[in-house]
């Protein structure tokens, strides 16, 4: 599913996987159902080493494996003023984003090294003529070399594609329009509305079939309404690019802008029907158990139950439809738009589905609006760091086998695991003290921590691509069967039980995630890694850096919108109403410290849109700084480098988040993802920690000291 949480941080995911060689398979084939990740997902689909870098160094302008990097300080600013700047200025001058990054920090470094690594299994695996067929290695290695195999791609430009074309180009009524959407739905395509399964909000047991929003080329709904100059420019851009997509295909100049305004105008039809990405935040704005009939009734000009066969789903009787006025003005429009119009909205989604994976010149063009005008980045990644992407985002857990061996012992797994519980055991005893809680929402708040299900480093159990055919022939073909073989086995699930087990990222990747649904925290091998984490490295810094950030994923269980879930994942309501409205007040707080950042003149932070990573990043910090004090067992705390155990904490925390980033990525992320830019998640939370102040001997006078009065806290 694409609600809630998830959504802002997939779009710019997909956005960046439009820049690179990854299929856009989430919209219709959704997983990840809810997810909070702890960061934006690393801009890998617009970067490249410029030096390959070789495995296990650490990397970075003189970070060293788990303690600080001291030629990263900037100590012209005065840390009571701007924390972040000074934590990390240094670095943000010496560092510069490479060509083909929007962005450049401790993540895409990790993420990079991390390529690298994946690069020289890929390789080995695509010159290993003895693999077994039908095994793991022989997939991902095919799979990348049909990746890497360019001049077999630019030969056939867009010619894989014909036979779809001429499907739809074969459309001649409601009917058959409604067979081929089902069609590229299951190919991943996201056109009109998004098909997948996800887990019964009410019933944590099962899953259930799922309709939501979708159909546009466009990050969100608002970029399509927004009346500022800005927008309008980045609109009239979008039009010029589906333009000359169309001209790739083949169409004149004349035709192809009319094709791409007819585009515009549907988009922005479903645009206008398509709930604020403020709303997708709350459950109960996209939780509505409908039986077919009921939705059918609002929906007379579409036969759902022909759909759902034709997408390949056992028959479906009840479903959420996530948001029912989408599918209402769905309905209004195919009644209206003629199918000509359709049509043409229907090729533009399959070749904008598809570019990135065709030749160089289709590349290119896409290249040009979704990484350069979307994103700021300069060039393109080299073909085989998109290629590992495109085999991590369709093999992962294949891929991700070879990986965790490398580089993820047991003995890491146990020693964050440790650190894991640690942080829990912070959170329970804040839980069992907190002066705002009444003791009935008290019992149910631990009972909820208490089951929270932890998962370090890598799935108990490997997922089985048997259905998922690979050779060395067309790329695209390979990347369509990988899309076809996700959106298949989301559809087997519906009516089945919730299986508890599944990971919605690979073990490689840079982020973590909580999962409100499953009530789990998720660490994958790939953030476990120096520099932000190195179990022998200084305490003060692992509990900086990474703590903080496992802290991050339990505080998403309190946040505004997990605490909405129960302990089994069920949305259901365990607050007094006292303490609802307390817990309310005090996330309100956050959201108007939020709504003040500026991120360029007149472009402020969201307050509501990136108030439960707010509240998660504030309760994360609190609890990492509980957990660290409770690690010293009494000890004193140790002087190192000149830094107080307590003053390298928080300088580790901010230097977790260093990052520099391109002005277009900022303003991306600002309009479109629930997270907070580096600059706020550690000024922000910073300001409300009386701990820091102390730390650093700041005074009601500076900058970043709010008084007592104005400071919020909730965990
Ligand atoms: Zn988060």
């Known amino acids: 599913m694409t609600n809630g949480v998830k959504c802002g941080v997939f779009l710019v995911a997909s956005l960046l996987a439009a820049g690179s060689l990854v299929a856009q398979s989430g919209s219709s084939a959704p997983v990840g159902a809810n997810r909070t990740e702890t960061r934006l997902p690393v801009a890998s689909g617009c970067g490249s080493p410029l030096v390959a870098m070789a495995s296990g160094q650490a990397p970075g302008g003189g970070a060293s494996k788990g303690q600080l990097d001291l030629s990263a300080l900037d100590k012209s600013v005065a840390p009571c003023t701007d924390f972040f700047t000074f934590a990390t200025g240094n670095w943000m001058k010496q560092n510069a984003i490479p060509a083909d990054y929007p962005s450049w920090g401790i993540s895409e470094e990790i993420d990079r090294r991390n390529k690298e690594i994946l690069r020289t299994i890929l390789e080995k695996a695509a010159a290993d003529k003895s693999a077994k067929p039908g095994s793991p290695w022989q997939k991902i290695g095919d799979y990348y070399a049909s990746c890497m195999n360019e001049s077999a791609i630019n030969a056939a430009r867009s010619k894989p594609l014909e036979s779809e074309f ?14 081929e959407l089902a069609r590229l739905h299951t190919m991943g395509v996201n056109a009109v509305f998004g098909f997948g399964s996800e887990q019964d909000f009410k019933d944590s047991t099962q899953e259930i079939a799922d309709i939501e929003q979708g159909g546009l080329g466009l990050p969100e709904r608002d970029y399509y309404t927004r009346g500022d100059d800005k927008s309008k420019e980045l609109r009239m851009q979008y039009v010029a690019h589906v333009t000359k997509m169309f001209q790739l295909l083949g169409d004149d100049s004349t035709k192809a802008a009319a094709e791409a305004k007819t585009v515009l105008d549907i988009e922005t039809r479903l645009a206008n029907v398509s709930l604020p990405i403020v709303d997708l935040r709350d459950p109960d704005k996209v939780y509505h158990r409908q039986n077919v009939s009921e939705l059918a009734a609002g929906t007379p000009h579409f036969r759902w139950t022909e759909y759902f066969q034709e997408a390949g789903a056992q028959p479906v009787t009840s479903l959420n439809v996530a948001e029912p006025d989408f599918f209402k003005g769905m309905d209004a429009a195919l009644a209206s738009v003629s199918l000509d119009d359709w049509k043409t909205y229907l090729r533009w989604h399959l070749i904008h589905s598809s570019a990135a994976a065709l030749s160089q010149d289709f590349q290119d063009v896409n290249f040009d609006f979704y990484g350069r005008t979307l994103t700021g980045s300069k060039q393109q990644l080299p073909r085989w760091q998109r290629c590992v992407n495109s085999t991590d985002s369709e093999l992962g857990e294949a891929l991700g086998q070879y990986f965790v061996e490398q580089q993820f012992p047991a003995s890491a797994k146990a020693a964050a695991t440790v650190m894991v519980k640690n942080v829990i055991a912070a959170l329970r005893d804040d839980l069992q003290t907190l002066d705002w809680m009444s003791p009935e929402t008290r019992k149910k708040a631990l009972e909820k921590l208490n089951a929270i299900d932890i998962k370090v480093g890598y799935p108990g159990k490997w997922r089985d691509y048997s259905q998922f055919a690979v050779n060395r022939g067309a790329y695209v073909e390979n990347l369509r069967r990988g899309t076809q ?12 039980p919730v299986d508890r ?66 302990a089994q994942g069920n949305l259901t309501n365990w607050w007094t109403d006292a303490d609802l409205k307390n817990f309310q007040d005090r996330g309100d707080c956050i959201a108007k410290q939020f709504d003040e950042f500026e991120v360029e003149p007149g472009l402020h932070e969201q307050g509501k849109l990136v108030e439960g990573e707010s509240i998660a990043d504030l309760g994360g910090l609190a609890m990492a700084y509980a957990a660290y004090h409770k690690s010293l067992s009494g000890k004193p705390d140790v002087t190192k480098d000149g830094w107080t155990g307590d003053q390298r904490f928080f300088i580790a925390y901010a230097q977790s988040w260093e990052d520099n980033l391109r002005p277009e990525l900022a303003r991306l992320i600002t309009q479109s993802d629930p997270h907070p830019l580096p600059i706020f998640r550690v000024n922000g939370p910073l300001a409300n920690t009386p701990e820091f102040y102390k730390a650093f001997a700041c005074t009601e006078k500076s900058a970043l000291e709010r008084t007592a009065g104005k400071r919020c806290r909730i965990w």
Do not use: C
């Open 166 to 179: 001429q499907r739809i180009a074969a459309i001649s009524d409601l009917p058959s329009f409604q067979a």
């Open 485 to 496: 073989f996700e959106f298949a086995r989301q559809l087997a699930k519906i009516g089945k």
């Open 501 to 566: 087990g599944e990971w919605t990222m690979t073990p490689p990747t840079v982020n973590a995630y909580y999962n409100p649904l499953l009530n789990e925290i998720v660490f994958p091998a790939g953030i476990l890694q120096p520099p932000l984490y190195d179990p022998n490295g200084d305490a003060a810094f692992n509990y900086g850096a990474t703590a903080a950030a496992i802290g991050h994923e339990m505080t998403h269980g309190f946040d505004d919108e997990g605490a909405r879930f129960d």
